[in-house]
């Protein structure tokens, strides 16, 4: 019985395959349409469709069409690779005297050109590091936290933990002194490492973490590190003296296995206390391979790192990178400086979220319109006939770069043949304009920490945006009605619903915490995600909605605000937007943190006279406004009556990290942003239930 369901399964996957004699390159896809498995090939196919259940019948389930017999778990190449430890040892024995970590910050504390640590030289800094943690007596599966932003000793700590088994655990240096404390806590961290900035920090609560007993400074020198308590039973020591405690005894690598632990990530959550995701070697190695089975680098690449390696996204990278022995670039510190470093390093890869990418759009754009009507023609006239050349697949003329785009292409160093975009959704717009702007490939991809990373990708040469691409040949994907939302998968022309997970990049569970895990996996090892999702032509998947946030107004309609404020977003007039609106109250409100440039030019053009920004924001006829042109593009991206926002006040300051209406991964934090905003979310709603005769209150 088991021999023929096993048949009955592999011949059902082999109908979707193209006999070897008549597929082609792996340009193109190897998977014919079958029409038991409804519609999923349109010219191009990236996805194929199998059962979830042969008992079933359902075809339900999306896989890349690059790997439709088997979910990817090893590197193609190398597949002996199974572990970070591994994957380091492949990159020293290949590149060992090839450009590796590169940073311009000298020990004097100034900025400079870059200057470069080797494959070989990283290796024999990670065995010293690994070796001093044994010299201190930390045991094989010991927690080790690394508290500051990126820089190369945060890689080398990192892969020395691999190396000797232990398991690292990023603390966020925007999470705030209580959460990192929880967190230290929570893990069992035993040491940690830190730069002075943090070291403080640290300190102000060291009778408040008994687990730890060694903190290491980075940057810090021995004769200036303060001296500690007796009875504190933590020794401080600099990140130099560690490495020359471990030279003095180095010990062999204590390899792990793929199924041991090697990081604990800490989600900081829109809500509550940090979650702790347990991921595996074997976890981010699948992950860092279904992301080469779709994107090749190559070792003469370069990378710019100045997104939080505390983070997957940036640590995924991180991981690929030394897969291909690329060399990775470090910014100063100062997102101010951005721009400098780029100029500096000249990366070929870049990786970096919407918000990033959103202000280089309007810094062109600006510039653009206020070059004069001859160079304006001309940028438009070149935009036009590139981006037309890019969608039909041609070569666009050479002409236009000498032109117009060669200055656009130096602002990131001039050699960027690679974007990456993620965390959030990138506008389609936005994605054409850079792709024709710096004339390389603008990938999106969707994940999150709790898959190892990516869930889906898109495809080198699909020029269609709006999408986040095919899945990873690591996972397969499936949609899960949602019937309060009214998504199904039934739903025509295309599939719509939550979005789950399963695959070797699925995380083991949130530690400690057997509860909230069993929340978001199923029986069946599905990873449910809150996201919603649809399917386009070609089995490209493109998220559409949040269920987690969602609410219900008075009357009883759902709301998914995270939807609406990535709509309002593009108005010109909103830097940020908050939307709120509960069960007591039939209509939105919203909170938008303005664009001052926008806002002083609309005043100008109306002959509106201020004292100041804050005045403005208050001026009835600058609320109108905003809110009319909201309104505009509201209605042209569809909302339903009752996502409209029916008042919005308008504030100067921006959403952030430091004023906690932020998570670090630029999320809004709902329940802190409803306290911070609660008079004038209490204002609004007064002022509407005196101009509408209908009763706001229920």
């Not at 399964?9 to 190897?30: G, M």
Request: some cysteine; aromatic content about 10%; proline content about 6%.
């Amino acid at each position: 019985m088991l021999e023929s369901q096993a048949h009955r399964r592999l011949h059902a996957i082999q109908c979707h395959l193209l006999p070897s004699s008549t597929a082609s390159d792996d340009s193109s896809s190897h998977v014919q349409p079958n029409l038991t498995a409804a519609e999923f090939f349109h010219g191009q196919g990236y996805s194929v469709v199998l059962p979830e259940k042969l008992q079933t019948g359902k075809w339900n389930v999306y896989r890349s069409a690059r790997s439709p017999l088997e979910l990817v778990t090893r590197f193609a190449d190398h597949p002996e690779i199974g572990t970070l430890h591994d994957n380091f040892v492949h990159a020293v024995e290949s590149f060992r005297d090839y450009k590796y970590l590169g940073t311009r910050i000298r020990e004097d504390g100034t900025v400079g050109e870059y200057k470069w640590m080797t494959y070989g030289e990283a290796g024999t800094a990670c065995e010293a590091i690994g070796s001093g943690l044994q010299f201190h007596g930390f045991q094989k599966g010991a927690s080790i936290g690394l508290y500051f932003i990126n820089r190369p000793e945060w890689l080398i700590v990192d892969l020395a933990c691999s190396s000797y088994s232990y398991i690292s655990v990023p603390l966020y240096d925007t999470l705030g002194p209580d959460a990192v404390q929880y967190v230290v806590n929570h893990a069992d961290i035993q040491a940690i490492f830190c730069v002075p900035q943090t070291l403080n920090t640290l300190l102000s609560f060291l009778s408040g973490i008994p687990s730890v007993r060694l903190i290491v400074v980075v940057g810090g020198v021995d004769e200036y590190l303060p001296s500690l308590p007796s009875g504190s039973g933590v020794k401080l020591v600099s990140y130099l003296k560690l490495i020359g405690q471990g030279r003095s005894s180095l010990q062999p690598f204590c390899p792990p296995k793929p199924e041991d632990v090697a990081t604990i990530c800490y989600t900081s959550g829109t809500t509550g206390t940090p979650k702790g995701v347990v991921l595996t070697h074997g976890n981010l190695i699948a992950s860092a391979a279904g992301f080469c089975r779709a994107i090749k680098f190559n070792s003469s690449d370069v990378y710019f790192s100045y997104l939080p390696l505390a983070h997957i996204y940036e640590r995924t990278n991180q991981f690929i990178l030394v897969y291909y022995g690329g060399a990775v670039g470090f910014y100063q510190g100062d997102n101010l400086k951005l721009m400098d470093d780029l100029a500096a390093l000249r990366p070929t890869i870049f990786c970096s979220v919407p918000r990033l990418y959103n202000r280089i759009y309007d810094g062109i754009t600006n510039a653009v319109a206020n070059s004069g009507k001859l160079r304006e023609g001309l940028f438009r006239a070149a935009y036009n006939s590139k981006k037309q050349a890019i969608m039909s697949g041609r070569n666009p003329s050479p002409m236009w770069d000498r032109l117009v785009f060669n200055k656009i292409k130096e602002k990131l160093g001039g050699r960027i043949r690679f974007l990456g975009s993620g965390a959030s959704p990138l506008s389609p717009d936005i994605m054409d304009f850079l792709r024709v702007c710096f004339g390389c490939q603008v990938i999106e991809g969707y994940g999150m920490t709790e898959t190892s990373c990516v869930i889906s990708i898109m495809d080198v040469g699909d020029n269609l945006s709006g999408h986040v691409g095919s899945p990873s040949p690591a996972c397969e994907i499936k949609l899960v009605d949602v019937p309060e939302m009214n998504y199904t998968f039934e739903d025509q022309p295309h599939p719509r619903g939550e979005i789950c997970v399963r695959g070797p990049i699925v995380f083991q569970g949130y530690y400690k915490d057997e509860v909230q895990t069993s929340e978001v996996i199923d029986n069946d090892g599905w990873l449910h995600t809150g996201d919603i999702g649809s399917w386009l032509p070609g089995g490209r998947l493109k998220i559409i909605d949040r269920k987690k946030n969602i609410f219900k107004l008075a009357q009883g309609e759902y709301i998914a605000p995270e939807k609406i404020e990535n709509v309002y977003t593009k108005c010109k007039f909103v830097s940020q937007c908050f939307i709120y609106g509960d069960s007591l109250n039939s209509s939105l409100v919203a909170v938008v943190a303005v664009d001052p440039d926008v806002m002083e030019a609309w005043a100008a053009s109306e002959g509106i006279k201020y004292e100041n920004l804050e005045q403005l924001c208050n001026d009835p006829r600058a609320r109108a406004a905003v809110l009319a042109e909201m309104d505009a593009v509201g209605m042209e991206a569809q909302l339903r009556g009752f996502e409209f926002a029916k008042a919005v006040t308008l504030v100067l300051e921006p959403f952030t990290l430091e004023n906690g209406l932020l998570t670090p991964t630029f999320k809004i934090k709902r329940p802190q942003a409803k306290a911070y905003f609660a008079k004038v979310i209490s204002d609004m709603y007064a002022e509407l239930s005196k101009s509408d005769p209908k009763p706001q209150k229920m």
